[in-house]
């Protein structure tokens, strides 16, 4: 499995940490001044956990498959790094639209669900990799 998947889990966690931190503090502060709703703060939360979880999952990934290039896991990685951007990606911007003056945001409404598809097909990847004969791919 190619390193870059390592390299975009540690940018994923890193991102993660910060946008978390970001969230608990500076977007709570523009809560109680009225500037973003409750919903949509928890909404950010909840993107940031989704793309810690998945920084996670995408370095365990990495490891399992490091030296064999099994089909099932580099699908599986993808698919982790594709859910990230979808669906952490599109709550980010979907929950800050206000606050950036970026309203017409509001056709990634759409993208959100997709994201949560593609953290599913991940999961589902690895059942399928440990159900079927795992032989490395050429």
């Excluded at 975009?8 to 940490?17: D, Q």
């Excluded at 928890?42 to 290039?69: C, E, M, P, R």
Aim: glycine share 10%; with cysteine.
């Amino acid at each position: 499995m190619k390193n870059y998947f390592l390299t975009i889990a540690g940018i994923f966690g890193a991102m993660g940490v910060a946008l978390g931190a970001l969230g608990a503090h500076a977007l709570k502060a523009k809560m109680q001044a009225g500037l973003i709703t409750p919903d949509q703060l928890n909404g950010f939360d909840t993107a940031a956990k989704y793309q810690l979880f998945h920084s996670l999952a995408l370095t365990i990934v990495y490891f399992a498959n490091k030296d064999k290039n099994y089909k099932w896991l580099t699908v599986s990685a993808w698919m982790f790094i594709t859910g990230v951007v979808l669906f952490s990606g599109s709550l980010y911007l979907l929950t800050t639209r206000s606050l950036t003056g970026m309203e017409f945001l509001t056709f990634l409404g759409p993208v959100t669900p997709l994201g949560g598809l593609a953290f599913m097909g991940g999961w589902i990847c690895l059942i399928v990799h440990s159900i079927k004969d795992k032989k490395p791919v050429a």
